[in-house]
């Protein structure tokens, strides 16, 4: 028999020694975190606050005013116009006359007229509406009125049509920001009278009478009652408000028109 060489068997034996230590390495699984990552380990999160490129946040637009608002009384040579405003998210909705010249031919005009300045403050959104052929006077006036309740709508916010509710005759105020409600005109046996309140927090903090009887004796009993009442409407904060003595006429409008504008303030 044929004897292996000593040097032979240890090459042989490194060379098993090598080829096991091989085998067991290749056996090993792999822990390195990139390997990791590749097999399906989560995607990772954004960090709190950062924004994914589709997931940005949309700013709102602010809903304009809703409600109604009333403009001065206009006088002309025929009779007081007055202009009230039905106002949607700051566009004018409908738009009407809570004074308008009557008697005689007066009314006549008036259904004429009226209608198409309605149409036309709608359709416009502001006072530069075309007069009405025939009806120049009211036209006038219509367009001074309308101009009127226009600036308070950029002044004030409108009176809300369902928003605030309050106890029978108080007033409502959206968050407490102050603003301004015009009464209708109540007419009376020495003319008209109409009381503008201002509002804020819920309460009437200011009340004037844009429109009360003068000329003669009138004058001298407006000065003497116009501002009683008004103290007194602040004080009370509502309708329920004392006559004057001997300007019962007076008072008694008044009570009517505080009344009006303190509904349309709720």
């Known amino acids: 028999m044929?004897?292996?060489?000593?040097?032979?068997?240890?090459?042989?034996?490194?060379?098993?020694?090598?080829?096991?230590?091989?085998?067991?390495?290749?056996?090993?699984p792999a822990s390195d975190p990139a390997s990791a990552s590749a097999v399906g380990a989560a995607p990772q999160q954004p960090a709190a606050?950062?924004?994914s490129p589709q997931g940005g946040?949309?700013?709102?637009?602010?809903?304009?005013g809703s409600g109604t608002v009333t403009g001065d009384a206009a006088q002309t040579q025929y009779g007081a116009v007055q202009v009230r405003l039905t106002v949607s998210n700051g566009k004018i909705t409908k738009a009407e006359a809570v004074q308008a010249p009557k008697g005689g031919l007066s009314?006549?005009?008036?259904?004429?007229?009226?209608?198409?300045?309605?149409q036309e403050a709608v359709a416009a959104g502001n006072a530069d509406i075309d007069a009405?052929?025939?009806?120049?006077?009211?036209?006038?006036?219509?367009?001074k009125s309308l101009q009127s309740a226009l600036d308070r709508m950029?002044?004030?916010?409108?009176?809300?049509?369902?928003?605030?509710?309050?106890?029978?005759?108080?007033?409502?105020?959206?968050?407490?920001?102050?603003?301004?409600?015009?009464?209708?005109?109540?007419?009376?046996?020495?003319?008209?009278?109409?009381?503008?309140?201002?509002?804020?927090g819920g309460k009437i903090?200011?009340?004037?009478?844009v429109q009360a009887p003068k000329g003669g004796l009138s004058d001298q009993?407006?000065?003497?009652?116009?501002?009683?009442?008004?103290?007194?409407?602040?004080?009370?904060?509502n309708a329920d408000i004392d006559a004057v003595s001997g300007a019962t006429y007076t008072s008694t409008g008044y009570q009517q028109s505080l009344q009006s504008a303190l509904d349309q303030a709720r």
């Open 2 to 28: 044929r004897k292996s060489h000593p040097i032979r068997r240890v090459v042989l034996a490194t060379a098993a020694t090598v080829s096991g230590v091989v085998l067991l390495l290749s056996l090993k």
């Open 154 to 200: 950029k002044t004030a916010a409108p009176s809300g049509g369902s928003g605030n509710s309050g106890s029978s005759g108080g007033a409502g105020s959206t968050a407490g920001q102050a603003r301004t409600v015009t009464g209708k005109a109540v007419q009376t046996q020495y003319g008209p009278v109409q009381v503008r309140i201002t509002v804020g």
């Open 221 to 237: 009993k407006t000065r003497l009652a116009v501002p009683k009442l008004n103290q007194e409407a602040v004080a009370a904060g």
């Open 107 to 118: 009314d006549q005009k008036t259904r004429l007229a009226v209608p198409k300045l309605n």
């Open 49 to 51: 606050g950062q924004e």
């Open 57 to 64: 946040t949309r700013g709102g637009a602010r809903a304009g």
């Open 205 to 209: 903090v200011k009340a004037d009478a």
């Open 132 to 143: 009405v052929s025939g009806a120049t006077y009211t036209s006038a006036g219509y367009k």
